[in-house]
């Protein structure tokens, strides 16, 4: 059990649909990140939060994608107008010295 | 720009056999860390190991062993007497350093099938 826990773990949405996901990281870790992973592929950064603070974010986070972590405590990541090309696993990780703790994922499948 | 490479897509082995799963890291930067994990069919990831860019020094764990080698940029990961419940893709993944930790770049993996 790494202590890092997402919601939904799966969802299943038709084109154009707004979906939402929610992390909750390890509670002693300030920094939680956001990756995607396709099928056959390694994640992929998609954005990371110090506390609150949002402090990068990569090209493939659309303006359709927005993120938050108020109060610095749990995240959530938003597609707006989901597209087919959005299916993936999206995973969330919180970081210590030691390494990054990933969460089990949600599977986004877009019809 | 940082990159990982994971030149095997796939390897297959019978129970009880060592296998070696290489990696092949870029980075300009002379701090960074590297690291493995596995990702079973369930599909969380579960790291198994950090290093840092200062200590090359092999390390093992039970059935689990890495090299380091600076020289040639790779981070490598033998199993030795390999059992099914290996099975798994296995990602390395590079972040860089210093005291802030950043982000992971990860190699597109390698699938591991250990058959009875």
């Known amino acids: 059990d790494t202590g890092v826990s997402q919601n939904p773990r799966h969802k299943i949405t038709k084109r154009g649909q707004n979906v939402t996901f929610r992390c909750d990281p390890i509670?002693?870790?300030?920094?939680l990140y956001w990756y995607r992973q396709t099928l056959g592929q390694g994640p992929e950064f998609l954005t990371y939060?110090?506390?609150?603070?949002?402090?990068?974010k990569s090209r493939l986070l659309s303006d359709r994608f927005s993120a938050e972590r108020p109060k610095g405590s749990f995240s959530t990541l938003e597609i707006q107008r989901t597209e087919q090309g959005d299916s993936a696993m999206y995973l969330c990780?919180?970081?210590?010295?030691?390494?990054?703790?990933f969460g089990p994922g949600t599977r986004l499948t877009v019809l | 720009a940082q990159k990982v490479t994971q030149a095997q897509t796939e390897i297959s082995v019978v129970e009880k056999e060592d296998v070696t799963l290489d990696c092949v890291y870029e980075?300009?930067?002379?701090?960074?860390?590297l690291f493995w994990y596995k990702q079973p069919p369930s599909g969380e990831l579960v790291f198994l190991i950090r290093?840092?860019?200062?200590?090359?020094q092999n390390e093992i764990s039970g059935r689990y062993s890495w090299n380091f080698q600076k020289s040639t940029s790779s981070f490598n990961f033998t199993i030795t007497a390999s059992q099914v419940v290996d099975s798994a893709v296995y990602f390395c993944?590079?972040?860089?350093?210093?005291?802030?930790?950043?982000?992971?770049?990860f190699g597109s993996g390698t699938k591991l099938n250990v058959k009875p």
């Open positions: 990780a919180s970081r210590s010295i030691w390494g990054g703790f």
């Open positions: 509670s002693e870790h300030n920094r």
């Open positions: 939060f110090q506390n609150e603070a949002q402090l990068e």
């Open positions: 980075t300009r930067d002379t701090t960074y860390y």
């Open positions: 290093r840092n860019s200062f200590d090359e």
């Open positions: 993944a590079l972040s860089l350093g210093g005291y802030s930790f950043n982000k992971f770049y």
